[in-house]
């Protein structure tokens, strides 16, 4: 047999598969993408030939982890505006300079984030923002796997009157990048959100998401505002009125969903729609806490996201996944809720899922796309592995991660980038970041 990757001796090899198996001192082949062969026996491994044979010692195995939910450019605007409720720094900080931002720029920002995200063990994302071309240029030049969501209204001066209609730029951005980069790229709907857009631009979102035979990305009850703002402007709930509008008839990622109620919840779940649990975010903006433990009661499909890094501030989901899973043990003085399986879950196979790759990534097993991470286990903070997914979850760091593959292809190999200039990408932020501040001052 000739693989293309054949990975050796790995100490542990977690396969979020149903059980969450983990294998120990396992092996996996790889060949056109996918995965060939997960842990067969020495005997067998003989007969395997390589390409690339990669040494698994003291190296940990798993899914690349899925995020699902960020604003990848706004890496140049990463601690630009601190310590803000969400209003007072979206309207009046963080807009006022995304409207000067020019597509190149988003092209550098975006190449900075998938940096970030490579390097920190992320083999795919959801992202909404501007200038979406940009954004999927950056994405099929570094190989990674992204879910990406333009918006058909745009709005100007933080106006809802002022928004403006750009449906079929969105149909044509649909057509021309769905399925690219061999189907690394999925392409959705943005609907910022029920509060920016109204009743027309909200029906003529879900018609459009329909009529491309896709999903939906958008922020839903982000702030305790964003409550009182519907019951104002539509006279009930935001997640009624997605329902009602037809947003809810497509497959959708769900932002945030802080302020959720129990019959939000079970909308959502009879809907199929996915959260995007974004917890650094969610306490960085005084926001609140979602209610997550209840909603992974209730069987809905929970994932994590990091949001853009201008309300984080970095796209580490080694951190998310730390936060979400101590989170909510704090919070309800309960140890046993978000165990760390389940924050393991909701950062890869469910977040596959969400973002529009159910059975495509997110597990290691046969037939898988090959999106796999090798973590450095030979670390004093890692040592000694009585637990492999616990020490994922409580003690790894985004750091540990030294090779990425992503779609069968080496993105990170032994900590250096393959597909991306690291320097020339700094330098280039590093002159946007200059203008941008130079235009503030
Ligand atoms: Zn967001």
């Known amino acids: 047999m000739k693989l293309d990757i054949l990975i050796k001796n790995i100490d542990f090899i977690l396969t979020m598969d149903e059980k969450s198996t983990v294998i120990k001192n396992g092996n996996i082949g790889i060949k056109d993408g996918k995965i060939e062969f997960v842990n067969i026996p020495d005997s067998q491994l003989m007969n395997v030939e390589a390409d690339r044979v990669i040494d698994g010692r003291h190296r940990l195995a798993m899914p690349g982890l899925v995020n699902t939910h960020t604003h990848c450019a706004m890496t140049l605007l990463r601690n630009y505006a601190d ?21 190149e720029d988003i092209y550098w920002g975006t190449k900075l984030g998938i940096i970030e995200m490579i390097k920190s063990g992320t083999t795919s994302f959801a992202d909404m923002y501007i200038h979406m071309d940009d954004v999927a240029r950056a994405v099929m030049e570094s190989g990674i796997r992204a879910n990406l969501s333009r918006s058909p209204f745009f709005f100007h001066g933080g106006s809802t009157d002022e928004l403006i209609d750009e449906c079929q730029d969105c149909s044509d951005y649909h057509r021309k990048w769905d399925g690219a980069g061999e189907g690394r790229i999925k392409v959705y709907i943005e609907v910022h959100s029920t509060y920016l857009f109204d009743e027309g631009t909200l029906r003529a979102s879900a018609e459009l998401a329909k009529s491309c035979g896709t999903g939906i990305h958008i922020h839903v009850l982000e702030t305790l505002n964003e409550v009182e703002v519907s019951k104002s402007k539509y006279g009930a709930g935001s997640v009624e009125v997605c329902e009602k509008f037809g947003l809810l008839d497509v497959p959708v990622i769900a932002a945030h969903c802080v ?5 939000d919840m079970d909308i959502f779940k009879e809907k199929g729609v996915n959260i995007a649990h974004n917890p650094t975010s969610n306490l960085k903006l005084g926001s609140g806490i979602a209610r997550i433990p209840l909603m992974l009661e209730k069987g809905l499909n929970v994932t994590i996201g990091t949001d853009g890094t201008a309300s984080n501030n970095n796209l580490n989901m080694f951190e998310e996944m730390h936060i ?87 993105v990170l190999d032994n900590g250096n980038l393959t597909t991306i200039d690291e320097e020339l990408v700094k330098h280039k932020v590093g002159s946007i970041t200059e203008r941008i501040s130079g235009a503030r001052s």
């Open 259 to 263: 302020y959720l109620t129990d019959s």
């Open 83 to 103: 310590d803000l409720p969400l209003e007072e720094w979206l309207f009046n900080n963080i807009i006022p300079v995304e409207t000067t931002l020019k597509p």
């Open 324 to 410: 979400a899973a101590l989170l909510h043990k704090g919070t309800n003085r309960n140890p046993a809720l978000v165990s760390a399986v389940d924050a393991l879950r909701m950062a890869t196979v469910n977040g596959a899922e969400a973002i529009g790759f159910k059975d495509e990534i997110g597990r290691i097993e046969k037939g898988m796309k090959a999106d796999i991470i090798l973590l450095d286990i030979d670390k004093p903070h890692l040592f000694p592995i009585n637990n492999p997914v616990s020490a994922v979850v409580y003690s790894a760091q985004g750091s540990d991660v030294d090779t990425v593959i992503i779609d069968g292809k080496i």
